[in-house]
Structure formats: structure tokens, C-alpha cells
């Protein structure tokens, strides 16, 4: 059993909670998912690391209500437990591997949408960790969703964040705003890594392909066990067959079928899920203003 | 009772069974048993038991069963097997012991599988309690995966005083036992949660949610938390798909997903939050256990489900009792076709699989005909899902995070047959993680001899 030590809401829908799960806490690195399960009826759900505190032994996990059982997960509180928690899976990012010099002398920028700005965190706080302020595009609905400001900001370069209402910060997409600062700003990225929706992500990597800019991204295909056993979380790659759970999460993203992965996750959406999707694609991009791909 | 017969088994009716997923095969009563065991001659040179990979003495627990001193029976299958209630049930028989009984020459062979069963199923029933178990020594040996292998290795080494500790990727023992084969061939509750049960009660701790070479290392477990030798357990569960076009369209499962789903998760119960797509019209390729078990689990969702296979009914690899129970349930076989193109609709999900017929040539490596193409005869057959039962191979997580411990080309841990010593001091291993996919008698098997060699380390240690 795995006891939840904190809850908050980050925002409308959007719940944080940090688990003591010591074994998994020990070996976490950026980039890299857990699979929680409620109880025993439950279904195995995967999501990513937040952030981790070694010494505490908690992991934290910062979901979105999409379906049936987020819904549940949003109702446990403080002092429950979830009956399994495993982890860390997948590959850790790329750069963690890197040498820490050469990463020096890179322009990183993190474009983070919706939920994803949780799991960008854990990213820029390493690379901050290690001397290097690699900056971030944050973007959401409206200011009321804004994940994390305070703590990416503490970590990060520069901070931009994009509302769709213009609520706060750029109004727009993060696909404009990180045209526009390639364009009308003149920065040089080396580095783009992308988190968000799949839709968002597809956009940020045609846009960035016309620019020739290294691009990562994660992908979260349906998984059931996390560990290479199902095929469930395949993706076309390079034109090959891998597996998001462990050749993955993180991908370059110029290589990735987003279309087909798009597809492939529809496999098991339910009614809600599926309505909630179309929500978020409606508020992270589906207007291709770049001209770059068919509407989806 | 004709004595060239065997007794008959009960099995409910296949227009029965075939709508629920209880176990196929109910076991023979007390009086069917004895009877049964009265057909076996006692043969002085048991060619039965050379058959058996764990040499259970077949007609000495046969001769008690015949007696109706069922607990003797049981100890005498002790003394060779921990896992009788499951081999009973599973093992490939026909090949294994009963393939080499001499009754089976001129009639039926005994029905060792059965009476095993019997006897295994009794003895749980009695609450027979087989353990003995040598004062703990204090040494700890750490056993990777609660499959067949890993939980024999950890039963006999915690016999033996040993204090073991299994470290389960999963959030549920049992390996292929409770993700894989289905529970109308092998009821969880009773059957493998007795067998793990039965484990732990020798003191052997299981901890779940363990990935080794993720949450931990083979090296952290041995230089950081005390192990002292180490048993990889971790099976062959990587599953191969054929690298056809449309082989990632919606509706394509390979069988472990859809076995996982419906066996690990339950998605075919009621109330359990796993969703599982069962398909109206499904189409099975391959034609092992794993084929059968996939067919015959969408059967029970609701499917009509045609098993595509490249070979002839002669040459499939499954159990032959699977296979005569997929036809009563029936299930259509397409054999001699290929699959070379999975066909789909616009929005992605599959619509038809196109097949090639196939004729037999020569025989290859294995002995058995090659299948070849018959040229201009593909043909498509409709159907909304399909699942791909192609065999797994060892997944690459562990090797590939220890150093030193080296495997082959195929992923199979390099290990010694008789005691699964790996390349690596104090790491052994057995089971499917070095055969490849194989039996659970085998993987059971290849447990016990690493268990004696790790004893035999440590004492030397
Ligand atoms: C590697 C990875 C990391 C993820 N990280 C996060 C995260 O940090 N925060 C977060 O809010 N969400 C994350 N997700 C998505 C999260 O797992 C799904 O939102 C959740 O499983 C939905 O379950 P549900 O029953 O509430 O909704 P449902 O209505 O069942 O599903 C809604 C949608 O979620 C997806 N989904 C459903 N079940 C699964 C599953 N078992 N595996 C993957 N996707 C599924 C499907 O695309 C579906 O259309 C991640 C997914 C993956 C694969
Ligand atoms: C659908 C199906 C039907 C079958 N039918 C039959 C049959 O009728 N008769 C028969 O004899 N055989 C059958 N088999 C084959 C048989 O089940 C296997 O040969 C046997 O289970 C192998 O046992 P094992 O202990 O080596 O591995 P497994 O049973 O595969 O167990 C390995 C365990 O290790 C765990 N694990 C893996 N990696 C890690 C890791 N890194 N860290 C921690 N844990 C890990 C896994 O989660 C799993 O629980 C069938 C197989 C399948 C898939
Ligand atoms: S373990 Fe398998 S092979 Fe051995 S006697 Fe039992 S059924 Fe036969
Ligand atoms: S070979 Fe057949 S008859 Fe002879 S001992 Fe074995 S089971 Fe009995
Ligand atoms: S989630 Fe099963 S193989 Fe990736
Ligand atoms: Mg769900």
C-alpha cells in the first residue's frame, strides 16, 4: 500500500498529490512514469513523475479528471492509499546522459501544454541543478489553470506563459508563441522538448522542423503493465515498431507517427474521455495557423 | 470400463461453457480416480516418468491414488513438484509423460495429468499441509518474477532455512499463470492463489511492484540490501508482432494484451475498470496455447473468432486438449493461411485481414514441414479485430541493465542447464527468461535445480 502524504489542487480539475513509494522515489529521474492502481477493481494508470524527494521517499503525481477513474483518483484524499504504485518506467531524458558541459553551451526551451507543465518541472529543475537555465513556454485555457508558476519560474530562464483568453501573459497557442520568439524575437533554441497533448506536441514539431530544431517529445499511448509485455503502447518511429513504456516515453519528435498515435489512442476512450479530449485539443492548437499540416 | 479406455473426464457441455469462463475440465470424483488408477500396470521400467522434466514418480503416487491413501499420493508428487494442481491442468501430457505410457500403444494412456490434479486439487481441499522447513539460516537470496520459476526457486530455498524475497514487476503473483492463461484452464482463486499462498506460508516475502532494472538493480539488490545470490526468474513476455502493413490499425492486439486484459484485469467481469475491446468478429494468428487461449477468451466475449494458422491441424503447437476443446466450442480454423496485410477501414480500425493459402514442403530445422506460399491465392477474411499470438521472447530489461550478465542473440539469459549458474558470480536463472517461451513444468523444473545449485553456493560461500 502506498500512502498519499499530500493532496492539493492545482486547479480547476487538475489535483497534485505526493505518494510514499521510497523504492520508486530512490530511482527516479526526469522523464520517467509511474503506474498507479486504486484497489483492486482498479485499472493500472500511467503517469508521470512530477518530482521526487529522495530523502522523504514521496513521488509526486500531478493528474488531470479526463475519465471514469481520474474521476475516482481526484477523490482520494490525504491518508489513503493507493493499492499499487510502480515504478520509475521508461527511459530517463536524454540529456541526463549528456555531458554537462557541452549542455552548457545549448539553448534549451521546454514547451509545456495544459498538464504538461507538471511533468516538464522535474526536467527544468534538473538542468537547473546542474547549472544550466534552460527557459519555458507554459500554456493553457486561461490564468485560473496556470500549473506550477511559481515553482518552474524559480527554475527556469525565462518564464513565458500563453493563455488561449489571454488572461495572463501571450494570448494565443504555444505553437505562436514559440514562433514568434524564433521570428520576431530572434532567439536561437538548440533544444525544444515538448509535453502536452498529443496534438500540441504534432504541432510544435512541424513547426520546429522548419527550423531544424532538435525536438523531444513524450508520448502516452493506452498502456496496461509499462514493462515491454503488452505491445498495447506502440508507436511508429523512424518508421519502426517501438514500445512508449520502455523505449520511451521521450522520443525525437520528428520521427514520431503522431497521426497514427492519435488514432491509437482513441482505442479506448470512453464517452468522457473522449469529450474531454476534444476539449483539449480545441484549447492547445487545432487551429493550424502555421499551414503545415491538414486540421485534425 | 473397457480396460483400453480411459476413464472419461467431466467437462461442461461446450454450448455451456462456452458462454462463462469457469474451468472447462471439472477433475475426476474420488470413485472416477480410483478407477482410472487401477488401469496403471506399475510398470518396473516407468517410461512415463522419463518423460516427465521433473521425473515425478508416476506409479508409485498412481499405486496410492488406486489405494485411496490420497495424502500419501500427494507427498510422493511432493518429493518432485511444487506446483502439481497447475502442471496437472497445463502440462502438454500427450508429448510428456502420458506420450510415452505403454497403455497409449495398443489403447488410451493413463490419465496421469488428471489423477495428478486430482490428487493436488484433494490434497488443497484437505488443507494437506506438505511444507517442511529447515530453521532459517539468516542468508538472503533474492528470486526476480513470481512465475513458475521464480516461485519454485523461492519455495525450496526457503525450505532449506534460506530467507528469500521475490521482487514482482507486476501488482499480482503468478507470472504467465495470472496474466496469461485464462481462468477456464486455470482458476486463479483457487488454484494459483493456493500455490503463491502455499509459498509464503514457507516464509518467503513477495514484494509486488518491483521492476528490476528500474525501481532496482541486480547489482543494488546484491551490494546495497544483503542478497547474497540471486535467482532471474523473469520469463519471455515480449511479444513479436509480423511487421505486416496495418499491423498498428486499431483493433490489433497482440494476445498478451488482450490475455492481460481480460485475465490480470478481469475486464471480463463485471465491476472491474479495465476496458477490454472483445471484437464481434476476430481473427486469432498463430496456433500455440497462447492462439487458443486468445480465441477461445473472445469466444467467451462474444466473438466468432477464426484461428489463422500457417501450418496443418497436425502441426499445431498446442496442447492437444486445447485444441479438441476449440473445436467443440467452436472455434474456425483457417489453417494453411498467412497473414500478409491487415486491412482497414478509413478511420483506422481494421476491417479484414488479407491471407495467403500455404501448402507443406520439406521439413526445416524443426523438424516439422515448412509451409510455403501457393502463388495468386490470397484471399480476405472480414473481421473487426485481430490478435497476434506469435510467441514472446525475453524482455531486456534486466540484462541490459546488469552488467556482466550476457545473453544471446535471441534475449535468453546464457545460464548452465543443470544449475542456472548465468555469467555473472552468485546470479542464476531459469525458466522462459533462458529457454525462451517453453512449459511451466520446464520453468518449474529449471527453479529446482537452481535452487539445489544456490545451496550448494552458499554453502561454499
Ligand atoms: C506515459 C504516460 C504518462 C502520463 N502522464 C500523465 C500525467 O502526468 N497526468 C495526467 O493527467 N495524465 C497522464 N497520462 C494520461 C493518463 O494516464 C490518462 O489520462 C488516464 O489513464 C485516463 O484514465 P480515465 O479512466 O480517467 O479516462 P478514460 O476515459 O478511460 O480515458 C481517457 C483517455 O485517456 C487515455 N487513457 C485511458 N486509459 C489509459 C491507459 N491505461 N494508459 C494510457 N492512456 C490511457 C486514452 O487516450 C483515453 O482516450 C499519461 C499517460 C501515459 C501513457
Ligand atoms: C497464454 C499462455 C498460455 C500458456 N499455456 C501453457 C500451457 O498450457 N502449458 C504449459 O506448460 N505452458 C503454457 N504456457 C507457457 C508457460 O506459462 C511459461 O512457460 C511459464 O509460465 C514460464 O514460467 P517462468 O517462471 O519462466 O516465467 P513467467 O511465468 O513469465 O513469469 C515471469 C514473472 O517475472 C516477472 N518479471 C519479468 N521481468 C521482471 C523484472 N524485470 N523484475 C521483476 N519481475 C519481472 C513477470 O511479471 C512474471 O510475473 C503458456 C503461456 C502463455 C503466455
Ligand atoms: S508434471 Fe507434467 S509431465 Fe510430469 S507427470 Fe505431471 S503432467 Fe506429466
Ligand atoms: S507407463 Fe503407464 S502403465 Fe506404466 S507406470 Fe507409467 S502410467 Fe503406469
Ligand atoms: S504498456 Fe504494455 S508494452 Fe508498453
Ligand atoms: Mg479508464
Known sequence: MYKITAKRLLAPSIYLMDVAAPRVAKSANPGQFVIVKMDEKGERIPLTICDYDKIAGTVTIVFQTVGASTKKMALLAEGDYFSDFVGPLGQPSEFIEENIEELKQKKIIFVAGGVGAAPVYPQIKWLHEHGIAADAIVGCKSKDYLLLEKEIKAVAGKLYVATDDGSYGYQGFVTDLLKDLIEKEGQKYDLVIAIGPMIMMKFITLLTKQYGIKTIVSMNPVMVDGTGMCGGCRLTVGGETRFACVDGPEFDGHLVDFDEAMRRSTQYQTEEGRAEIERQEKETGHVCNLGLGEHN | ?461
Open chain 2, 1 to 461: 470400463m473397457e480396460i483400453k479406455k480411459r476413464v472419461p473426464v467431466m467437462e461442461q457441455a461446450p454450448e455451456i461453457r462456452r458462454t462463462n469462463f469457469d474451468e472447462v475440465c471439472l477433475g475426476y470424483s474420488e470413485a472416477e480416480a480410483v478407477e482410472e488408477a487401477k488401469r496403471c500396470l506399475h510398470c518396473k521400467k516407468p517410461l512415463c516418468v522419463t518423460q516427465c522434466p521433473v521425473s515425478i514418480n508416476i506409479p508409485d503416487f498412481i499405486e496410492h491414488v488406486k489405494e485411496r491413501e490420497f495424502e500419501k499420493a500427494a507427498r510422493v508428487i511432493a518429493e518432485s513438484s511444487s506446483l502439481p494442481a497447475v502442471c496437472g491442468r497445463v502440462c502438454p501430457q500427450e508429448i510428456q509423460c502420458e506420450g510415452q505410457c505403454v497403455l497409449g500403444k495398443k489403447g488410451d494412456a493413463v490419465a496421469i495429468g488428471k489423477l495428478e490434479r486430482f490428487v493436488a486439487d484433494w490434497s488443497r481441499e484437505n488443507n494437506i499441509d506438505l511444507s517442511q522447513t529447515l530453521p532459517k539460516n539468516g542468508r538472503k537470496v533474492a528470486v526476480i518474477g513470481a512465475g513458475p520459476s521464480g516461485l519454485t526457486c523461492a519455495g525450496d530455498l526457503a525450505k532449506l532455512g534460506y530467507e528469500v524475497t521475490i521482487f514482482e514487476a507486476l501488482h499480482k503473483a503468478g507470472g504467465v499463470l495470472v496474466y496469461g492463461i485464462p481462468e477456464f484452464r486455470l482458476p486463479k482463486e483457487t488454484v494459483v492463489q493456493h500455490e503463491v499462498d502455499n509459498v509464503k506460508a514457507l516464509g518467503v516475502k513477495i514484494e509486488t511492484n518491483v521492476i528490476v532494472g528500474r525501481t532496482v538493480s541486480v547489482d543494488e539488490l546484491m551490494q546495497e540490501e544483503g542478497f547474497e545470490a540471486v535467482f532471474i526468474g523473469s520469463g519471455a513476455g515480449l511479444p513479436m508482432f509480423m511487421n505486416i502493413p496495418g499491423e498498428n490499425s486499431n483493433g490489433v492486439f497482440s494476445a498478451n494484451e488482450y490475455l492481460t486484459r481480460s485475465n490480470l484485469m478481469k475486464a471480463f467481469k463485471e465491476g472491474y475498470d479495465t476496458p477490454i475491446k472483445a471484437g464481434k468478429k476476430v481473427a486469432v494468428v498463430g496456433g500455440g496455447n497462447v492462439a487458443m487461449d486468445a480465441a477461445r477468451t473472445a469466444l467467451r466475449l462474444g466473438a466468432e473468432v477464426h484461428i489463422v494458422y500457417r501450418r496443418s491441424q497436425a502441426e499445431l503447437p498446442a496442447r492437444a486438449e486445447e485444441v479438441h476443446h476449440a473445436i467443440e466450442e467452436g472455434i474456425h480454423f483457417n489453417l494453411l493461411c498467412n497473414p500478409v496485410e491487415i486491412l482497414a477501414d478509413e478511420k483506422g480500425w481494421v476491417k479484414g485481414i488479407r491471407c495467403i493459402r500455404m501448402e507443406l514442403g520439406e521439413p526445416d530445422a524443426s523438424g516439422r514441414r515448412r509451409p510455403v506460399e501457393i502463388p495468386n491465392s490470397a484471399f480476405e477474411i472480414e473481421v473487426d479485430t485481430v490478435i497476434m499470438a506469435l510467441g514472446t521472447t525475453p524482455n531486456p530489461l534486466i540484462s541490459s541493465t546488469t552488467r556482466g550478465l550476457e545473453a544471446n542473440k535471441k534475449g535468453c539469459l546464457i545460464a548452465a542447464e543443470e544449475t542456472g549458474k548465468t555469467t555473472l558470480e552468485g546470479v542464476f536463472a531459469g525458466g522462459d527468461a533462458v529457454t525462451g517461451a517453453a512449459t511451466v513444468i520446464l520453468a518449474m523444473g529449471a527453479g529446482k535445480k537452481a535452487a539445489a545449485a544456490i545451496a550448494a553456493y552458499l554453502k561454499n560461500k
